[in-house]
């Protein structure tokens, strides 16, 4: 597989290529550097051909696709939004937070690179745990599935069906990898302030991804009162009360819409790029949040 170069040799400045509000975006997708299928290049590649005017590419836990990413949007004229997905906890919920609009990834880079060394222990668990239940999985397969990428349990489970263990990513996460399944190793616990916190550090944007049916008014709203930008409002996952819903509360919190396809590789059904329909006029407004925090007087709670 493709190596991933570190966030730090992104470049310090490139041309952004214009997205008019009526345009397609798509700010939710993943790369082979976290659990994607496809490398980062062809990440964009698949955006230009599905006529999307921008990508936000947010891997777990990295930044390292971001250059690769970059360089491709530059040539086929893609504007690129700098994201990272981050795992958080509330109490004793968790949430997927994303981080969008990164302008400073060196200042956040050193707590990625502890998230992922994170993800190196628990992956060297689990498999340890695979071996006691019989299955002679090794950790130099998982991280070969990664190829040089933040490892996941996407990565265990691709390593178990090339062993012949598991027929498919559903039955190894049902049989072995999933919650409360004989396998699984909790991963490390970020705080949602603390996660948030990052975000801002480093210039971005902090949304809450993919809620579905616990976005609502009461969970959300010590989540904005900590300084979230905004909500995930079109996921392949939310049903249509989910998005009606989450509509209305990014305007009852004065926060700011996203959506995106949490891109893959599928290529087909509702996780396809760009499925979502994210209108160019999000991004904008996005935008518009970022242009307002720099000016004098405003500031984010954190």
Do not use: C
Not at 14 to 20: E, F, I, S, W
Not at 63 to 78: C, K, N, Q, Y
Not at 126 to 146: C, H, Q, R, S
Not at 180 to 187: D, F, I
């Amino acid at each position: 597989m493709t190596s991933i170069p570190a966030a730090s040799e992104a470049p310090k400045s490139h041309a952004t290529p214009a997205v008019d509000k009526t345009d397609f975006v798509d700010l939710h997708s993943h790369s082979t550097a976290s659990d994607g299928a496809v490398a980062p290049a062809q990440v964009v590649e698949t955006a230009h051909k599905a006529g999307l005017a921008a990508l936000a590419l947010t891997d777990h836990d990295t930044l390292g696709g971001i250059p690769e990413a970059r360089a491709t949007g530059d040539r086929l004229g893609v504007r690129i939004i700098a994201g990272v997905e981050l795992s958080v906890m509330e109490g004793a919920r968790e949430w997927h937070l994303l981080g969008l609009h990164i302008a400073q990834p060196e200042k956040i880079e050193s707590a990625l690179e502890g998230f992922r060394e994170g993800r190196r222990t628990r992956a060297t668990t689990i498999v340890a745990k695979l071996n006691e239940l019989g299955m002679p999985v090794t950790i130099e397969a998982v991280f070969a599935e990664a190829g040089g990428g933040a490892v996941g349990r996407p990565h265990i489970a691709r390593a178990l069906i090339a062993g012949g263990w598991a027929k498919d990513q559903w039955e190894a996460f049902d049989k072995y990898l999933g919650t409360g399944k004989p396998a699984n190793v909790e991963k490390m616990h970020l705080s949602i302030a603390d996660g948030i916190r990052l975000v801002h550090d480093a210039g971005g944007l902090a949304i809450v991804a993919h809620p579905g049916k616990d976005g609502r008014r009461e969970r959300l709203e010590p989540l904005v009162a900590l300084g979230l930008d905004g909500i995930e409002v079109r996921h392949p996952g939310h049903s249509a009360e989910d998005t009606k819903r989450l509509a209305a509360l990014t305007e009852f919190f004065d926060v700011v819409p996203s959506g995106g396809s949490d891109w893959h590789g599928a290529a087909s059904g509702a996780r396809v790029l760009g499925a979502m329909h994210v209108p160019g006029e999000w991004l904008a407004q996005q935008d518009a949040r970022l242009a307002a925090r720099k000016q004098p007087g405003v500031k984010t709670a954190v």
